[in-house]
């Protein structure tokens, strides 16, 4: 595997997207309606009222993380994200280690996700049609949608995207306009932001939902290549995305608290968490209403598929580009402009996954998506503790950026903190006993000590493919005496 020469074949469609297509595509990967239908109900029934300011903590901490995140888009002028970043900052050997690490963390969050959409439209199925079907029928027909969609370019994906986007925000926000204007079930309260709500005990334990439901969200620098004017709206979706989702999050899961009330909604949320937001619908909006959002749970998924099928791909797309990956994973389509070929290696991994877990007839919601998706959530919160260390280590070395490396530093400290508490509760999410859940979180750090026992050998063996680890920008970086200027604060800094 050689590095991949910057022919046209090898070359993503350039200006092709927006800052607001390319928040449609991170904001769509968090699947916002499927996240407050799913897993909302839990968030509250184990934090209380005050789950929904969990949300605003996690996204003010990946604000934080944001800013540095942010000024190494502008500086690297690189697609690789946590994998470029990574090895400016910690070296060749971590950072070739930290993209294979992501290759795999951001599969294990797309693959595992069929398992809940093929019951998710199993049981749409028998609810409309009063027939059934199995449910990896929908998997691979829905992996073959994703795929399709894939190729045909990030335009394409970006347009589709942001119609269900739009309709799966829409229902939610009638929703709250609707618990607003009946003033809830006992009349509008702010309690859930009072100190005894907020600090309540099981607000600690619920952190790992919160974080979850920023899933993707940095994946805005994937798309820098494809980007019209990246410099600007790589950072303006980022944070775009961050504050959209905190607060919409909170606002809906506020709603939420309200049209049952301060008193009975945590009873009600662990009575029935899959039916909280439907019964709250039916009652403020009407019956027709949880139709509608049944059906548009079923496309945020989709929706949420198709945005981590972009971002896998782009990964695999800039490994191949460096020579980590075989060379004809960096191919594009020669129409669409599209990363195809990997696009195509990423279907046909998700069939084979999908197909391997109905042969053997295990169950899609229990063992698929918990324990496929599982180490892919800790993956990429420790893909991002990394990427603040690097940040920090970078502009430090550098000199500069001082709000910036602040930031950065503080970010790592935050993100260590959601780690530990994340694996300690782990449980939680999964709903598996703790030594299981803890058994997944450990093929997280295999899988990195892997990576980095591989960058050795090729240090070793094929000196030439570990020499372009990083890409141009990490050797630009090493020699380069350009001033540049931090698209955070402004301030310049020298190479």
Request: with cysteine; charged share 10%; glycine share 12%.
């Amino acid at each position: 595997m050689q590095p991949t020469e910057h022919s046209p074949e090898h070359q993503l469609k350039p200006g092709a997207i927006g800052a607001a297509g390319i928040t449609f595509m991170v904001v769509a990967a968090a699947a916002p309606l499927t996240i407050m239908a799913g897993l909302a109900p839990l968030a509250i029934s184990i934090g209380g009222i005050g789950a929904p300011v969990g949300y605003l903590a996690a996204g003010a901490v990946l604000a934080i993380f944001a800013v540095g995140f942010v000024t190494m888009t502008r500086i690297t002028r690189g697609a690789g994200a946590f994998y470029s970043y990574i090895t400016l900052g910690l070296g060749r050997t971590v950072g070739a280690a930290s993209g294979l690490l992501a290759i795999l963390s951001y599969n294990s969050l797309q693959i595992g996700v069929y398992g809940l959409l093929g019951v998710q439209f199993a049981g749409a199925w028998t609810r409309f049609t009063g027939t059934e079907a199995p449910w990896w029928v929908f998997a691979l027909g829905a992996i073959g949608v994703v795929a399709w969609l894939g190729r045909r370019g990030i335009d394409i994906g970006a347009k589709v995207l942001g119609v269900l986007l739009l309709a799966e925000t829409a229902i939610l926000a009638l929703l709250v306009v609707g618990v607003l204007a009946r003033g809830g079930a006992d009349g509008l309260s702010v309690a859930t932001f009072s100190p005894q709500a907020v600090f309540a005990p099981g607000m600690v334990a619920i952190l790992s939902f919160c974080f979850a439901a920023f899933m993707g969200f940095e994946s805005t620098a994937l798309y820098r290549d494809e980007a019209r004017d990246p410099d600007r709206s790589i950072p303006r979706a980022t944070f775009a995305a961050v504050a959209f989702l905190a607060l919409f999050y909170c606002l809906v899961g506020w709603a939420v608290v309200q049209a049952f009330g301060d008193s009975a909604v945590v009873a009600a949320a662990g009575t029935d968490p899959a039916g909280l937001f439907f019964a709250a619908m039916d009652r403020f909006v009407g019956p027709w209403a949880g139709d509608v959002m049944y059906v548009l749970v079923l496309t945020s998924v989709l929706a949420s598929q198709l945005a981590f099928h972009n971002a896998i791909n782009r990964y695999t797309f800039v490994l191949a580009g460096d020579g980590l990956l075989p060379a004809g994973l960096g191919r594009v389509h020669p129409r669409f402009g599209s990363p195809a070929t990997a696009g195509s290696a990423q279907s046909v991994l998700a069939v084979v996954v999908v197909t391997a877990f109905a042969v053997a007839a295990l169950d899609p919601y229990l063992q698929l998506l918990l324990l496929v998706n599982t180490p892919g959530v800790v993956g990429v919160v420790l893909l991002q503790l990394m990427t603040s260390l690097a940040v920090t280590v970078f502009l430090l070395r550098r000199g500069g950026f001082r709000v910036a490396t602040a930031a950065a530093g503080l970010a790592t400290v935050l993100l260590g903190v959601v780690l530990v508490l994340l694996t300690l509760h782990l449980d939680l999410l999964t709903g598996m006993p703790k030594a299981s859940t803890w058994a997944l979180a450990a093929m997280v750090p295999a899988v990195l000590l892997v990576g980095i026992a591989w960058a050795r050998y090729l240090h070793r063996a094929r000196p030439a493919v570990f020499e372009a680890v990083g890409g141009p920008d990490v050797r630009r970086h090493e020699s380069t005496t350009t001033p540049l200027t931090s698209p955070a604060t402004g301030e310049g800094v020298r190479s």
